[in-house]
């Protein structure tokens, strides 16, 4: 995977991350997908158990409020780290992270 740092990096912190890469491409990432695909283990742990078991209860998420980001953070040159309102931030976006779950599809998510 290719570590690169990114050219530019914006954070808006309702609608999600913007990042254009040294190639030249753009991706945006929506605010729910970065939190879902948090890198912090209490959320890989969390994407494992719904891998093995589609009927697993998901934590309570604090309600009907939308998750925002509170804040970027650079983590030395090679990652960045977000946090968001429901209080996560436990999560290091290193740049090969980010371009593993890179969407595919426009919206700033994979689709399933």
């Not at 991350?17 to 753009?26: A, F, H, I, K, S």
């Not at 605010?31 to 697993?56: Q, V």
Request: proline share 9%; no cysteine; glycine share 8%.
């Amino acid at each position: 995977m290719d570590d690169s740092p990114p050219r530019h990096l914006h954070l808006d912190r309702r609608r999600g991350l913007d990042v254009e890469w040294p190639d030249g491409r753009q991706v945006h990432y929506s605010i729910p997908w970065l939190r879902r695909m948090s890198p912090s283990a209490d959320a890989r742990e969390l994407r494992d158990e719904l891998a093995s078991n589609p009927l697993a209860v998901l934590p309570s998420s604090g309600g009907d409020t939308e998750i925002t980001a509170t804040g970027i953070e650079p983590v030395g040159n090679y990652a960045i780290r977000i946090r968001f309102s429901d209080g996560h931030a436990s999560g290091i976006y290193s740049w090969s992270y980010l371009r593993e779950i890179e969407p595919d599809d426009g919206t700033g998510e994979r689709r399933p």
